[in-house]
């Protein structure tokens, strides 16, 4: 395995670890659970970078697809549960 290191998803990792960071603090000062959603989304987004900048890509495809999906999914979830209210653990 031959490390080459490439601008772009040392950006969109450098990105998304501050996205998991402010979701999780967002979680514990404000118990938003949709916060939290949101950081798992970008940690997994996180995840299929860390694959592509070690050139795992091509070989780790099928996992690349399902953290994508399910990254997408919970960032649907969290925007569902602000748009009805139900983002936070205690009632508002």
Same mark, same amino acid.
């Given at each position: 395995m031959v490390f080459v290191p490439d601008l772009?998803?040392?950006?969109?990792?450098l990105l998304c670890t501050i996205i998991v960071v402010l979701g999780i603090i967002v979680y514990t000062r404000k118990e938003a659970i949709g916060a939290l959603l949101i950081a798992i989304a970008f940690g997994l987004f996180g #995840?299929?970078?860390i694959y592509t900048l070690m050139g795992l890509g091509p070989s780790w495809e099928?996992?690349?697809?399902?953290a994508r999906t399910s990254a997408y999914l919970l960032v649907i979830a969290a925007l569902y549960l602000f748009l009805n209210g139900k983002?936070? #653990?205690t009632p508002k």
């Open positions: 772009v998803p040392m950006i969109n990792i #995840i299929s970078h099928t996992a690349m697809i399902t983002d936070t #653990i």
